[in-house]
């Protein structure tokens, strides 16, 4: 078939006119789910547990050679530090010995007082372990990505931490797959207090690797070395939690170091301790409250 | 006709390679490396994809994969969504539209092309991000990524080049 060139020259500029249009239509889709992102959150975040459940098993797959890679570096790290590391953790052996026997005798002292008083212990929690699959967001976005999901148990709001210190808590959850936030994102806010002073705080992540004290009462006098632990305030975690120890005071900002360092975390807890929480989670959506 | 249907499956198969190898990048920068030196420090690697994808065959990276492609990157990276759309949108139309001039260039006209690109690509992410979501991140951090994105280049764009001649020769 023979064609007109006329024809074929017209074609081609309907043709690329059309791309053009279909680009500049893509380039207001992504305006709009901008704003879609800020005005819709319930719908972006099924979109985003959609995708993150479909591919939670490719990266759980894909993080076990990564796991292994970086087990194999930090290996050849410690062997280098190896002789300096056991002199420290001989003194410290030594130190927290004499605190075993400190905290046996503060122990028996508190069982005492407690059975005296007639004390309600905390409830028991109850605890998932999860692996970390995705170490995600980098400059921009301080989250992780976990193997576990709904049909496990987890629920958004819930606390997560490694060992007995805090991570984050839970962000979005789908059927097999978690986000968290960690407390250096720009957008975590945990009430906190200062261990020894008891003075009530809010710690803020600013996407640095330092978290930042805020609203500390004039008078605290928060000093460099001082631990923090969480209030329990808001009904988000339960109180004592280890955060981290104030690194810095600089200009009236306290910047606190965090005892969990993100590049550290291969396995963490989720932890349901029973408290509501301050994000409606998903089981008490719909309920009397 | 007998592999009409095979046939076309394969031809399909082809075609999504280079989408394929995008979202194969946004699942790589996502894997847990646990390296101390790397904390918190991310390499944009998707957009090696997409600059190359849109220099090399224009006709399989058309705007409409590098939108999903973004899409897919945000929800990932649990970044604000739509942004990621917007860059590798602007990627893939400045690259194509200079395609021209990359044309018989060496490689280091290319690697710096790459590079100009990246570096405009991450402050319209800087100017969004922080402007819109109130999501500022710390400049060093910023700085870094985008040095290590950028000198990640090269392996990427050799394994795709060889990808391409076996996988996509006379498609």
Known sequence: ?289 | MKHGALQRVDHLIRQLLPASLVIVLTLLQAVPWRLPAMAGIVPMLPMIGVFYWSLYRPDLLVPSVAFVCGLVNDIVMGAPIGISSLIFLAIQGMTAAQRRFFNGKSFLVVWAGFATLAAGAIVIQLALSSALFGRTPLVKALLIEYLITVFCYPLPSWLFSKLQMSWLRGE
Do not use: C
Not at chain 1, 66 to 87: F, K, P, Q, W
Not at chain 1, 163 to 176: F, Q, S
């Open chain 1, 1 to 289: 078939m023979k064609q007109h060139p006329g024809m074929v020259g017209r074609l081609a500029t309907l043709r690329l006119l059309a791309q053009r249009f279909a680009f500049l239509t893509l380039v207001l889709a992504s305006f709009a789910l901008m704003l879609l992102g800020k005005a819709d959150t319930i719908l972006v975040e099924r979109l985003r547990v959609f995708v993150d459940d479909g591919l939670a098993p490719v990266l759980q797959v894909m993080s076990r050679p990564a796991a292994a890679i970086a087990s194999v570096v930090n290996a050849v790290h410690d062997l280098a530090a190896l002789r300096a590391e056991n002199v420290r953790l001989a003194e410290e052996n030594e130190r927290l010995m004499h605190w075993q026997t400190v905290a046996r005798e503060l122990d028996n002292e508190n069982r005492a007082l407690k059975s005296q008083l007639n004390f309600m212990p905390d409830p028991d929690a109850a605890f998932i372990t999860a692996r970390v699959i995705g170490d995600t967001g980098g400059a921009f976005v301080h989250s992780m990505l976990l193997n576990v999901g709904k049909r496990d148990g987890v629920r958004k709001g819930q606390a997560v931490i490694a060992g007995e210190n805090l991570v984050g808590r839970i962000a979005e959850v789908g059927d097999r797959s978690a986000r968290i936030l960690l407390l250096t994102d720009i957008n975590s806010h945990i009430p906190v207090i200062i261990e020894n002073s008891r003075a009530k705080a809010i710690l803020s992540g600013d996407n640095t690797d330092r978290t930042r004290l805020n609203y500390l009462a004039p008078n605290s006098n928060p000093a460099v070395g001082n631990r923090i632990v969480t209030s329990g305030h808001g009904g988000a975690f339960p109180p004592g939690l280890p955060v981290g120890v104030i690194a810095s005071l600089q200009d009236g900002i306290v910047r606190v170091e965090p005892f969990v360092h993100r590049y550290q975390l291969e396995y963490v807890t989720v932890v349901d301790y029973g408290l509501p929480g301050v994000l409606p989670s998903d089981q008490t959506d719909g309920r009397d409250q």
